[in-house]
């Protein structure tokens, strides 16, 4: 099975701020990368598909990059609907695997 | 507007059995994938099980292989989830996700619903 570790687990920043957030396979899995927002209470949300692939409507703040193992997810002048729990999942294969997701915190 | 409501989480005791119904909407649902996707308390996100669009080819992690069974009506536009011989460690809420097929992300996820196993 491919194993997805996701770095930090927990991020602290404020509005304006720029992030990254890291994402590592454990072998590669070319670009079929996932990053999606979880918030409590609400349905979770694809941002980035492709490792680089913006949803439409997600704003262009948002950026994946990557391939093969090594991706990052990075949100620039982060804004206060942004606060949330960011996961990575590789689409690969099966089984499919999440990174443990890292909590965007406010500072 | 594409939708996905889940329904179907229950307190259940350990060894007991539930279905969970996830019903879709606004979408052409018997061409795309549908999947299973978990989030214990506390924890983070897990893959159940994936079914093809016309429901003849399933998969399912390790965890749950020859416990739960992913199935899906057409005509019904809903994907189901049984679950058989539930233990403490599949407490959840369980969140039904639009594709999953390989090469294709969870591009819209339902609210979820939530699976409480205790005695």
């Known amino acids: 099975d491919i194993q997805m570790t996701q770095s930090p687990s927990t991020l602290s920043a404020s509005v304006g701020d720029r992030v990254t957030i890291t994402c590592r396979a454990s072998q590669s899995i070319s670009s079929w990368l996932a990053w999606y927002q979880l918030k409590p209470g609400k349905a979770p949300k694809l941002l980035i598909y492709k490792a680089s692939s913006l949803i439409y409507g997600v704003p262009s703040r948002f950026s994946g990059s990557g391939s093969g193992t090594e991706f990052t997810l990075t949100i620039n002048s982060l804004q206060p609907d942004d606060f949330a729990t960011y996961y990575c999942q590789h689409y690969n294969s099966y089984p499919y695997t999440f990174g443990q997701g890292t909590k965007l915190e406010i500072k | 507007e594409v939708q996905l409501v889940e329904s179907g989480g229950a307190l259940v005791q350990p060894g007991g059995s539930l279905r969970l119904s996830c019903v879709g909407s606004?979408?052409?649902?018997?061409?795309?994938?549908m999947s299973w996707v978990r989030q214990a308390p506390g924890k983070g996100l897990e893959w159940v099980s994936t079914?093809?669009?016309?429901?003849?080819?399933?998969y399912n992690a390790d965890s749950v292989k020859g416990r739960f069974t992913v199935s899906r009506d057409n005509s019904r536009n809903t994907v189901y989830l049984q679950m058989n011989s539930l233990r403490a460690d599949d407490m959840a809420v369980y969140y039904c996700?639009?594709?999953?097929?390989?090469?294709?992300?969870?591009?819209?996820w339902g609210q979820g619903t939530l699976v409480t196993v205790s005695s």
């Open positions: 996700a639009k594709g999953g097929a390989v090469d294709t992300p969870m591009m819209n």
């Open positions: 606004g979408f052409t649902f018997k061409n795309y994938a």
């Open positions: 079914i093809s669009g016309r429901g003849d080819s399933t």
